[in-house]
């Protein structure tokens, strides 16, 4: 079983609609990253939490330590928005990240 | 542009050469990570320096890999003996602390 699962592995949505990527992991960590990673492979780094919630114009990832659970938020989704979404955690015992096998975004116009 | 660069971008190789990428991080960087990402899949990670102390080594790098990160700046990272399933985008990503910054990756075709 991977450390770091997400769900969906494909998500087709409006334009316009609420999207949550949800992302669990069964491992201890020092944060959770959201990355986001387009068409070519470039990744960019979109959040790194380790507790609460954050927020960045339509973007918000939220974070419950407890239940080893984070989701991404998407509000008012865009086109632009389309890419693989993908949730890496930072283990507590070294320094490397752990990937989940990422989300598919699709949005239509 | 996220400031790591890779080079090359594409290598397109026979199976059983030699390949060397290079990655360049953001200069007051003291992490470098290697990953290999192939397709349809998130990420694996390879391998982690800090400065040039080769700190974390994945049991998926096998014998044929080596990375090196001679004088704690840029990095290289050799595939000998390259296999067909060497085939992937290696990605490499640099940091401080937490936030990694990636690079744009190096995809290799083993043929």
């Known amino acids: 079983k991977n450390e770091v699962e997400q769900s969906p592995q494909n998500l087709t949505a409006q334009e316009g609609e609420f999207i949550t990527i949800n992302c669990s992991y069964s491992?201890?960590?020092?944060?959770l990253h959201w990355l986001q990673q387009h068409p070519g492979g470039g990744i960019v780094s979109l959040f790194m939490?380790?507790?609460g919630k954050k927020k960045h114009g339509r973007l918000i990832a939220t974070i419950n330590i407890q239940e080893k659970h984070s989701s991404l938020h998407i509000t008012a989704s865009h086109p632009r928005d389309s890419a693989v979404y993908i949730c890496?955690?930072?283990?507590?015992?070294?320094?490397?990240?752990?990937f989940g096998a990422g989300t598919r975004l699709t949005v239509k116009p | 542009d996220t400031g790591v660069s890779q080079d090359p971008r594409h290598k397109i190789t026979k199976r059983g050469q030699n390949v060397t990428f290079r990655c360049d991080p953001i200069?007051?960087?003291?992490?470098l990570y290697w990953y290999r990402q192939t397709l349809g899949q998130g990420p694996e990670f390879l391998t982690y320096f800090q400065n040039e102390a080769q700190l974390e080594k994945s049991r998926l790098l096998s014998d044929r890999f080596s990375a090196e990160r001679p004088k704690g700046s840029f990095s290289t990272l050799e595939i000998q003996r390259t296999e067909q399933g060497d085939s992937a985008m290696y990605l490499c990503a640099s940091s401080t602390v937490g936030r990694q910054f990636f690079g744009p990756g190096t995809r290799l075709t083993v043929l």
């Open positions: 200069s007051e960087h003291n992490r």
């Open positions: 890496a955690v930072n283990l507590s015992s070294f320094d490397d990240m752990r």
């Open positions: 939490l380790s507790s």
């Open positions: 491992v201890g960590i020092s944060a």
